[in-house]
C-alpha cells in the first residue's frame, strides 16, 4: 500500500462529528440544534397518551386504535403545526435537511417508521433515528 493511502474504515471515511448536529450544519445546542433524546421521549410519552385518551373515548382503549390515533395525529401535525402536540410542547420542530416544508409524504414515511418502531430505535451520530434519515428531517429545538 503506497504511504500516503490509509485504510479505508467501516464508517465510510465520514470523520466523526464534535457533537450532534455539525454535519447538518446546526449549532451545537440551543434554538435549532438537535433535538435530545430528554425531549424526544417526552414528546412521544405525550403524542402516546394523547392517542390513548381519544381511544379510550372513542374505542375503549383498543391498541390498534391507539396507534392509528397516533399515526394519524402524526401526519396531520408534522406538516401543519411543524410538530406533533408533543413536539411542540417539549419546543421541538420537524424540518427538512435541506431546509423548505416538510411536505406530506415525509411525515407518512417517518410515521410509518415510526410506528413499527424498530427504525427509530437505531440512530446515527447526530441522534437521528432510521425513520428520520429516510425522511430527510430532522427534529430540532424550536
Same mark, same amino acid.
Given at each position: 500500500?503506497?504511504?500516503?493511502?490509509?485504510?479505508?474504515?467501516?464508517?465510510?471515511?465520514?470523520?466523526?462529528?464534535?457533537?450532534?448536529? $455539525?454535519?447538518?450544519?446546526?449549532? $451545537?445546542?440551543?434554538?435549532?440544534?438537535? !433535538?435530545?433524546?430528554?425531549?424526544? /421521549?417526552?414528546?412521544?410519552?405525550?403524542?402516546?397518551?394523547?392517542?390513548?385518551?381519544?381511544?379510550?373515548?372513542?374505542?375503549?382503549?383498543?391498541?390498534?386504535?391507539?396507534?392509528?390515533?397516533?399515526?394519524?395525529?402524526?401526519?396531520?401535525?408534522?406538516?401543519?403545526?411543524?410538530?406533533?402536540?408533543?413536539?411542540?410542547?417539549?419546543?421541538?420542530?420537524?424540518?427538512?435537511?435541506?431546509?423548505?416544508?416538510?411536505?406530506?409524504?415525509?411525515?407518512?414515511?417517518?410515521?410509518?417508521?415510526?410506528? /413499527?418502531?424498530?427504525?427509530?430505535?437505531?440512530?446515527?451520530?447526530?441522534?437521528?433515528?432510521?425513520?428520520?434519515?429516510?425522511? !430527510?428531517?430532522?427534529?430540532?429545538?424550536?
Amino acid at each position: 500500500m503506497p504511504a500516503n493511502t490509509r485504510p479505508s474504515s467501516s464508517s465510510g471515511d465520514i470523520a466523526p462529528s464534535r457533537y450532534p448536529g $455539525e454535519r447538518l450544519g446546526l449549532p $451545537e445546542s440551543g434554538a435549532h440544534s438537535v !433535538g435530545r433524546v430528554g425531549r424526544r /421521549i417526552g414528546a412521544l410519552v405525550v403524542d402516546w397518551m394523547l392517542a390513548m385518551l381519544v381511544s379510550a373515548m372513542f374505542f375503549g382503549s383498543d391498541a390498534w386504535a391507539n396507534t392509528a390515533i397516533f399515526a394519524i395525529m402524526q401526519m396531520v401535525f408534522l406538516p401543519t403545526l411543524g410538530g406533533s402536540i408533543g413536539h411542540r410542547v417539549f419546543g421541538l420542530r420537524l424540518i427538512r435537511v435541506t431546509g423548505g416544508w416538510v411536505g406530506p409524504w415525509r411525515p407518512l414515511v417517518r410515521t410509518i417508521l415510526l410506528v /413499527i418502531v424498530v427504525p427509530a430505535l437505531v440512530w446515527d451520530s447526530d441522534q437521528r433515528g432510521f425513520h428520520d434519515k429516510v425522511a !430527510g428531517t430532522v427534529l430540532i429545538r424550536a
